[in-house]
């Protein structure tokens, strides 16, 4: 039977809160090392989408007419804006994304270990840019310069860029599962 004393203290809040709400160093180093990779994954992302852009200032002005000068000044200025922006808050937008997952699915786990899940998943990145960075430099060329039909490229260039964002998120998807 229980005494007194060996019951908890009603006002003291739950150990679990405690020991979970403050970060702790090695999630603070594991944000900052996902974050390098976020970038990393970024600038990989940004060789390619230059690129285009630029090919597309080869097109001739038959297609364009006059608006070819905005159209590509409107493209290279939202470039720079969205990897400005995607730079600056895509780890917090993710972690917001992940919060908003955690607080649907999970019953078990708490909000930071999804958060260190995010972050290691996250060291791959690069790797999976990378590779997606030379699918869309070869979609471009062969478009622009080869002038390949855009079907014949854009099935097996999206097949293959879609399976190494699949290769990148599934996994997270079945860590945070198995997190509960």
């Known amino acids: 039977m229980e005494s007194e004393s060996d ?33 990393w994954s970024l600038l990989f992302l940004m060789i390619p989408a230059a690129y285009n852009i630029a090919f597309l200032s080869k097109l001739k002005n038959d ?21 400005l922006l995607i730079g600056t808050f895509g780890l917090w937008l993710l972690e917001l994304v992940t919060g908003v997952l955690h607080r649907c699915f999970s019953r078990r786990a708490t909000r930071h270990s ?17 590779f997606g960075a030379i699918t869309w430099s070869i979609w471009v060329f062969a478009f622009f310069e080869l ?16 399976g190494l964002a699949a290769a990148l998120y599934l996994p997270l998807f079945y860590r945070w599962y198995r997190l509960g």
């Open 7 to 39: 019951r908890a203290n009603p006002y003291e809040a739950p150990r679990s809160l405690l020991i979970h709400d403050v970060p702790s160093l090695q999630t603070s180093s594991n944000r900052t090392r996902g974050n390098i990779c976020l970038r």
């Open 63 to 83: 297609y364009l007419g006059a608006a070819t000068l905005i159209f590509l000044a409107i493209n290279w200025l939202l470039l720079i804006v969205m990897g």
């Open 114 to 130: 999804w958060n260190a899940t995010l972050y290691l998943t996250l060291r791959s990145a690069p790797i999976f840019a990378a």
């Open 147 to 162: 002038k390949w039909n855009f079907y014949l490229i854009s099935i097996p260039a999206g097949i293959l860029g879609h």
